[in-house]
């Protein structure tokens, strides 16, 4: 009943390209109607009225936007509003000919276009219901009611349990897989309850649902307990995924592009992970496109590029592209890719306020938590890292190395996902200004508190930090007929990141980075000028510190200088934390810093280094002088390179382990990791 067959005859990767949506910016500045009485209020309003329980209307809001509206602004896969209600059109759909009848077919199915489906229930106009809160809780609420009952015989399901086909269809979900995924998780906030942004509601553990009764839906696919698995040539089982995730596997290429050269292939190096190369590191990325479009480009070899995984941000389905023992080409880093498992979300690192969905965060937790578990990860932004905290691997790769998955990734939800939340290292009391009244001495205000020497991580408020920044929207868009880039400051929004100034001044320039700026010009608010962002996790050693009226200014050590970030009492970013920290020896006045730590020239066999010898890759624009320090992301490292070199591994020495015997440190430099050979450096405990 849910929707025709013929209609995803495409398979997976296009399951729901409907919602794969190349998110149209709306006008910048586009504001949301707050409801009347707040959130609680208006989710009471609209489960009377439509007659959905309480609990399931709330946990649904929640699943789908985390109870944010966004200021109005879309998802990623074309989302409006706390209840996610789409707005498709032909022109928007992710990979397909705008003017072909599939698209047309896609376009007009109204369990897609859910937001004109869902104005329609309750008279409304579609633009009220994708801007206007009330409204569009009304109107997600309507929708949901009006599946449960075409499941229900025309009447409204009483208990709360009854309405779990209907939620799983409000997923969009074409596959059993994904639909039950988004179904347990709204009904797990059912029986235990939300608490977050202040608003809290109650679970009813009694509530009981039936996953049998998603066959009414008719969806393509087992549930996921029963999710048939693919057998890699190396004996690998895949997809390698939670059983509880809908996964499919769908091979990036390993194929030649000249049929007569064994080194032309792409996408990615087999490998026999990790008992060659330990796995460390699980790097988070977006794609810059649609999800269909972006795992069709992983599965042709000229890309010279793939990612293990790639989540959809509709309703968090998991494509597995690369088994997770071979080495995937995602960070134009091979001293981080060889050690590194990469996660790609369909998205975009600055889109107009396009922002990822609660679907892909809970999704990538999930599948974070199981690949930590199988790899001894540990669950910490030292090691679960963005590409945009990356280093090019050489000089000349500093600039154009990319910077996502953005400053709209909210960071600190996600690790509160993952059961890893950003804490400080000691309570630090209720923020208020110096000398405010009250027996407890604020923590903040105490000159004990983040002395010099000490560590603080960066952590401000995603929701309360809201900054505008500049970039090109659409830039890379694949959709037939896109308007090209549209460049300028983005709407104020939600973001992970503190600024860097030269000086404990708002007025002060922002930090210059080199490679960025060479003519020693001052930073911007462009978001791909990393240099004068610090993001949260990120740990830096204190500097300097100055307490003011307003707040605290925190100055670190930062890419070999001094950066100063503010800390106002009503957003304090500056939490107390500890970490190893490096410092140069004593008596060397500064040490070099390098793109990737590999073996030394004489760790290499004759026949590799005939024909592929790498050696650390000096950062020429960087140095750490006497006197600074900085964090470690774990214990020194031997340098280690992995030769690949012809597709079948025929060539002499093929898929061979060079490892070193120089010990090398990775720290966080500036926005970005870096390494410093072990031997230049003295580390202690902060």
Not at 43 to 50: D, F, N, Q, V
Not at 208 to 213: L, N
Not at 280 to 286: A, K, M, N
Request: charged fraction near 15%; proline fraction near 8%; glycine fraction near 10%.
């Amino acid at each position: 009943m849910r929707r025709a067959t013929t209609m995803w005859a495409a398979g997976s990767a296009l399951a729901l390209a409907a919602t794969a949506l190349v998110a149209a910016a709306p006008t910048a500045g586009a504001a949301s109607a707050a409801p009347s009485g707040g959130l609680p209020a208006a989710l009471a309003a609209a489960g009377r009225e439509s007659g959905v329980p309480l609990g399931v209307l709330e946990a649904l809001a929640y699943q789908e936007s985390a109870w944010n509206d966004h200021g109005g602004e879309p998802s990623t896969s074309g989302g409006y509003g706390i209840m996610q209600l789409t707005e498709i059109s032909a022109a928007t759909l992710d990979g397909l000919d705008p003017d072909s009848a599939k698209a047309a077919a896609i376009a007009a199915d109204p369990h897609l276009d859910t937001a004109g489906t869902a104005a329609r229930l309750i008279g409304a106009g579609v633009d009220d219901v994708k801007r206007d809160d009330t409204l569009n809780i009304r109107a997600g609420a309507a929708l949901l009611a009006s599946y449960a009952k075409a499941l229900n015989g025309g009447k409204t399901p009483v208990a709360a349990g009854a309405w779990y086909a209907a939620v799983a269809e409000y997923s969009g979900a074409a596959d059993t897989s994904t639909a039950q995924q988004f179904a347990d998780r709204v009904f797990d906030g059912v029986r235990t309850g939300i608490s977050v942004g202040g608003v809290t509601v109650a679970g009813d553990p009694s509530v009981q649902t039936a996953p049998a009764s998603l066959s009414a839906l008719h969806l393509s696919g087992p549930p996921p307990a029963a999710r048939k698995t693919a057998t890699a040539a190396d004996g690998t089982v895949l997809p390698e995924c939670p059983p509880t995730l809908g996964c499919d596997y769908n091979p990036a290429a390993l194929a030649l592009n000249d049929p007569a050269d064994l080194t032309s292939y792409g996408n990615y190096d087999p490998a026999d992970r990790p008992a060659h190369s330990q796995i460390r590191y699980i790097t988070i990325h977006d794609t810059e496109g649609g999800f269909a479009g972006s795992v069709n480009w992983f599965k042709n070899p000229v890309a010279y590029a793939s990612a293990h995984y790639v989540i959809r941000s509709a309703d968090g389905h998991v494509t597995q592209m690369v088994p997770t023992r071979d080495i995937a080409w995602d960070s134009a880093n091979w001293s981080v890719y060889q050690h590194s498992i990469s996660i790609e979300h369909e998205g975009w690192a600055i889109h107009g306020a396009a922002w990822y969905t609660e679907a892909q965060y809970e999704t990538t937790a999930e599948l974070v938590r199981y690949l930590a578990r199988k790899y001894d990860i540990p669950l910490d932004r030292q090691h679960i890292i963005g590409h945009d905290e990356v280093p090019g691997s050489r000089d000349s790769g500093q600039a154009t190395q990319h910077w996502d998955p953005g400053p709209y990734w909210d960071w600190s939800h996600f690790m509160d996902l993952l059961g890893a939340p950003i804490l400080p290292s000691f309570p630090i009391g209720a923020p208020g200004a110096p000398g405010a009244s009250g027996a407890a001495v604020n923590r903040l205000a105490d000159p004990a508190f983040n002395p010099l020497g000490s560590v603080v991580v960066v952590k401000p408020d995603f929701r309360g930090n809201l900054q505008v920044v500049s970039g090109c929207t659409e830039a890379n868009d694949p959709t037939p007929g896109a308007t090209p880039g549209q460049c300028g400051e983005q709407p104020a929004q939600a973001t992970n990141f503190v600024w860097l100034r030269t000086a404990p001044d708002p007025n002060a320039p922002l930090l210059s980075e080199p490679y960025l700026h060479a003519d020693g010009s001052a930073g911007t608010d462009a978001a791909d000028d990393w240099g004068d962002k610090a993001v949260t996790g990120q740990k830096f050693v204190v500097a300097d510190r100055r307490i003011t009226r307003d707040g605290v200014w925190t100055g670190i050590w930062y890419g070999g200088r001094e950066a100063w970030f503010a800390s106002p009492w009503t957003n304090f970013s500056a939490m107390p934390s500890t970490a190893t920290v490096v410092k140069p020896k004593a008596g060397l006045a500064s040490i070099p810093v390098y793109a990737t730590a590999a073996p030394e020239a004489s760790a290499y066999p004759p026949p590799i280094a005939a024909v592929d010898l790498r050696t650390p890759k000096l950062l020429t624009k960087y140095s750490i002088p006497a006197g600074q320090a900085y964090v470690t992301s774990g214990p020194a490292v031997n340098g280690e390179y992995w030769f690949a070199y012809n597709i079948d591994g025929s060539a002499p020495m093929d898929r061979t382990e060079v490892v070193g015997t120089t010990e090398f440190y990775l720290i966080q430099f500036n926005h970005r990791m870096a390494w410093v050979n072990a031997a230049d450096v003295d580390a202690s405990q902060s």
